[in-house]
């Protein structure tokens, strides 16, 4: 690919735009595969302040060029396209989703995702080799996919894990060390544990277990995440070394003990899964992106639920507290719901974060946490992936509206302080077809 002498940002993108947006070549000959896009608000995904009327310019599949109008020369011959009206931030990605567990249905799984503006999910812990066997796969028109293999846990007698696979269950260090060696052979991006009696009902790992869990991990250049439940849990984990949280403390508020252990380990990072709100919410913005049957289900879960409120709290004021303490806060979902980034990222705003801190959790920090070198910002430095391309096609759904349209993501808390619909920079290379209902509620306890 050639290189516009330009100063400004490289990264990976592929643009969904609205159809009807106005493409118009300039005087001189075309510029082949150059589009400058014009008068847009851009968030970066740094935390920086957005970039009010700005430019910037693809070349094939990098955009080479960012900045306030004006300061971006628009090299003659490039096509134009006005993003006036909208803004554009980095695609989402999602470090905990599960999948179905078939090519076919793995692949419609991250074509949803994509459809909802998802450019890559991290699957943890319910993965048979065939699945894993996916990862990094170029499926057009999809999300990127990443994966954990199958996870480690304690016997869980009579608890279904379907529609996904069953993790390892073990009982010996042995069992433990053996199943991390078996997932490192398949070359997982992570180690899954649970660390959970599920409100008393069975055992859970130990420290005599999980520590070797996650030593033998680090052998094999592997970081470990758990799911956890309990402060006590979350204490010893970080004590014996564990690399990232797949929810957060939910049984009580995070005490001094626990905040001076984040602070020994500024490089863990929590992805909180922030349980739901318990409260009824308006679900018309995903109208004419789900069947009706698909919305009324949901709707008849859209109740106030007195102990989900009280749960939520709980978690709430931690993340909260995290947050503010400065620890990596990274960004999931749990489950396959592929709307359920954006009732995620609206929960995180209500628990009491910033709208621009979220969305570097979902953005910047997420990318980082699955070594995604070409993804999460639009800044300085980002590689191409030559084989994806952009794309200027047609609405798809609620990623791009009109301005004023009644699915718009600007009825979102996250996406309504900035005032417009958002343009979704992700790494599609196809375009997107309406996704099909998962049957899924927006979040699981996996």
Known sequence: MRRLNLAGIAT???????????????????????????????????????????????????????????????????????????????????THVHVRQSPEELTQDLKRRAYFGVSAA?????DIPEIVAMRREVIPGAARFFSAGLGITAPEPGRSFAPYSTPYQITTEEEGRAAVQEQAALNVDIIKIWVDDRGGQYAKLTPDLYGPIIDEARSHGLRATAHIFALEDAKGLLKAGISSFAHS??????????????????????????????????????????????????????????EAQAAFGIQARNLVKMNDAGVRIAFGTDGNSPWGPHVEMEDMVEAG???????????QNSAAFLRMENAGTLTMGKIPLTEHRVLIG?????????????????????????????IVIAIYSAAISQPIATGSPPKNTL
């Open 353 to 363: 974060m910033s709208p621009m801190d979220v969305i570097v959790s979902a953005t």
């Open 12 to 94: 990976v993108a592929t643009l969904f735009a609205v159809s009807g947006l106005a493409i118009t070549a300039c005087s001189p000959p075309p510029l082949e595969g150059v589009t400058a896009f014009e008068g847009g608000r851009v968030i970066i995904g740094d935390g920086s302040a957005p970039i009010e009327n700005a430019t910037f310019i693809v070349d094939g599949s990098e955009i080479v060029a960012v900045g306030p109008t004006g300061e971006v020369e628009v090299p003659a011959g490039a096509a134009r396209v006005s993003l006036v009206g909208k803004t554009v931030m980095p695609a989402i990605v999602d």
């Open 122 to 126: 991290m699957s943890l812990g319910t």
């Open 249 to 306: 403390i939910r049984d009580t508020d995070a005490d001094d003990e626990v905040m001076e252990l984040f602070a020994q380990h500024p490089e863990f990072v929590l992805v909180p899964n922030l349980g739901g709100r318990g409260a009824p919410t308006d679900l018309t913005w995903l109208r004419g992106s789900l069947p009706d049957d698909e919305i009324a289900k949901l709707e008849e879960r859209n109740v106030d639920q007195p």
């Open 394 to 422: 047609q609405s798809v759904g609620t990623i791009i509206v009109p301005t004023g349209a009644k699915h718009s993501f600007a009825n979102l808390r996250w996406a309504q302080a900035y005032g417009r619909p958002m």
